[in-house]
């Protein structure tokens, strides 16, 4: 019976690991095997005088990265990896890996981003880069126990859509039989209009696509958006529940994930600490412009440099609030006592922008004006637009990107670590 090999230790009497040939070295009278599988490595050593010839026979055929299945006795071994050795009774080629190997999965040789990707399957073998994931799986596992605990429902909307969400650029077309069709930018429309179902809390976590044409270590161009939108609650009620859910995240990674964490080599996980300050982004600006010599506008948000600084003098996570209505959707709800500024929020990591949310505009009246506002046509959100007119009740959500959480989390250089297939300006395989 095949046992994980983590499990096995200096005392266990025998055992029968099955996994990947990690290293092998053959010194003539002596060879030893390193066994790899997701939850360790264990020494295989091979004195070949003392084993039958055929064992013999077979280390020689095992090429790096093949599968094996060994069974043998173990004996504690302070120099290797767990303190223990496997000696084999019986060695298996389960399957031959083709040489030379794209890539070299312990580590020897760095390999680029690029070649990375390229070889994700091969990439992923390393125990660095599967415990990405690994807390990845964690951050989505807490995720979902969070909202099922507070009282949430989880929703799947369709990716595929008439038109667009965030405004009319950064869409991917389709080819939808005879109808113009699109990749959805975000669930924001189908989530609201859950609102109008009487949902009262809602969540969704899928993928948004983003036909952005920059580069960038945090832009990817389909991302996995974590999204929420919750009636009879405004910005400060969301923006609260956010923070609640981001450090339950961290908690729950810190508590589950101490393997991963340490396969990472990160010597400290903090967890962030209560209270992430609210920032307005009037005063965010100045920060920026005392600080950073390059310009602060990126289009509609903040550039990369601004952010850096404005992150730089926080220290820590914290929102930027109050922004200027034309600079956010036009489902933001402007302040009744200064509609030149509205009830939205970014949440920020200080690296980057890891949440975008608001208090929405739930008047139908004045949703189409503000849709007008933008240059879009209210006509083409007649879908949207109409749950407004039958008793919607005043709702706020947020949209946080997975990836950017889970890359900031881990200290990450690029945000295409965080995921397994990236699609990016140049990368549609595999
Ligand atoms: P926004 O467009 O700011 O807001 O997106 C929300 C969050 O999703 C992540 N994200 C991305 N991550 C990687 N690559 C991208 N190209 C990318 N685009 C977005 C970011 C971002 O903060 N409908 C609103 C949300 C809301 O108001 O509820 C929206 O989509 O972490």
């Not at 290293?23 to 005088?49: C, H, N, S, W, Y």
């Not at 981001?246 to 994930?257: A, E, H, L, P, S």
Request: proline letters at 7%; glycine letters at 6%; hydrophobic letters at 40%.
């Amino acid at each position: 019976m095949r046992v994980p090999i983590n499990t096995i230790t200096p005392d266990t009497p025998s055992a029968e690991v099955i996994g990947w040939a990690h290293e092998i070295r053959d010194l003539g009278g002596l060879a030893f095997l390193l066994i790899r599988d997701r939850t360790g490595i264990i020494q295989v050593t091979v004195p070949k005088k003392k084993v039958a010839p055929e064992i013999a026979e077979t280390i020689r055929a095992i090429s790096r990265e093949s599968v094996v299945r060994v069974t043998g006795m173990v004996k504690p071994e302070g120099k290797a990896p767990g303190g223990r050795e496997l000696i084999p009774d019986a060695i298996e080629i389960v399957s031959l890996s083709a040489t030379p190997l794209p890539l070299d999965v312990a580590e020897k040789v760095p390999a680029e981003l690029d070649t990375r990707l390229d070889n994700r399957f091969l990439d992923a073998r390393r125990p660095r880069v599967s415990a990405i994931f690994k807390i990845r799986n964690a951050v989505q596992h807490a995720t979902r126990n969070f909202f099922f605990d507070n009282g949430f429902i989880e929703i799947n909307t369709s990716k595929i859509v008439a038109a667009a969400t965030e405004g009319g650029t950064e869409l991917f077309p389709i080819a939808y039989f005879e109808k113009e069709a699109f990749l959805n930018q975000s669930p924001q429309l189908y989530k609201q209009m859950m609102m109008a179902a009487g949902f009262e809390k809602v969540y969704e976590i899928g993928p948004i696509f983003r036909a952005e044409e920059h580069n960038t270590t945090k832009h990817l161009n389909e991302a996995t958006s974590i999204d929420i939108e919750v009636s009879f609650t405004d910005h400060i009620g969301v923006m609260q529940t956010l923070e609640d859910l981001v450090r339950d995240i961290y908690q729950f990674v810190d508590k589950t994930c101490s393997d991963a964490i340490a396969d990472l080599g990160l010597d400290s996980f903090a967890v962030p600490e209560k209270g992430f300050p609210r920032l307005p982004y009037s005063e965010a600006i100045e920060i920026a412009s005392a600080k950073c010599e390059e310009d602060i506008a990126y289009g509609d948000d903040i550039g990369t440099a601004a952010e850096r600084a404005i992150g730089e003098e926080m220290g820590r996570m914290y929102f930027i609030v109050d922004w200027p209505s034309s600079i956010r959707p036009y489902y933001a709800m402007p302040y009744e006592n200064d509609p030149e500024i509205c009830k939205a929020f970014d949440m920020m990591h200080p690296r980057m922008e890891l949440s975008s949310g608001a208090q929405r505009v739930h008047q139908h009246d004045l949703l189409v004006e503000q849709i007008a506002k933008k240059g879009l046509n209210p006509e083409n959100f007649e879908f949207y637009l109409n749950p407004f007119r039958f008793g919607m009740p005043p709702h706020a959500g947020w949209g946080l990107g997975a990836e950017r959480l889970v890359t900031t989390m881990l200290g990450l250089p690029n945000v295409r670590e965080a995921v397994l297939f990236p699609r990016d300006r140049h990368r549609v395989v595999p």
